[in-house]
């Protein structure tokens, strides 16, 4: 199994100061994300974890869509350093 590497983009001190951020919160369902994506290379028909993925997909959107009203600038920062996809509003 390959492990992704963590990115640095939040320094440890930021971490510390507030793990409530957007950001941080965004930096860690991408990880998750990140880490799912791989278990489903191994395991298909995992069902209940697609699930989970599904949730944490919706979640991490809804932060996105939140960042985006709030502050334009942190937004598109944010969106090419975790390399995500813009998404389409409805």
Known sequence: MVKNSIIPV???EKKEKNPGSV??????????I????????LHRK???SQR????ILGKRQRLLSYLSKKDR???????????IRESQIR
């Open 10 to 12: 939040i320094s440890q």
């Open 23 to 32: 950001e941080f919160q965004i930096f860690k369902f991408t990880d998750r």
């Open 34 to 41: 990140r880490r799912l994506t791989s278990h489903f290379e």
């Open 46 to 48: 995992d069902y209940l």
């Open 52 to 55: 989970g993925l599904r949730k």
């Open 73 to 83: 600038i942190r937004y598109k920062k944010l969106i090419n350093q975790f390399d």
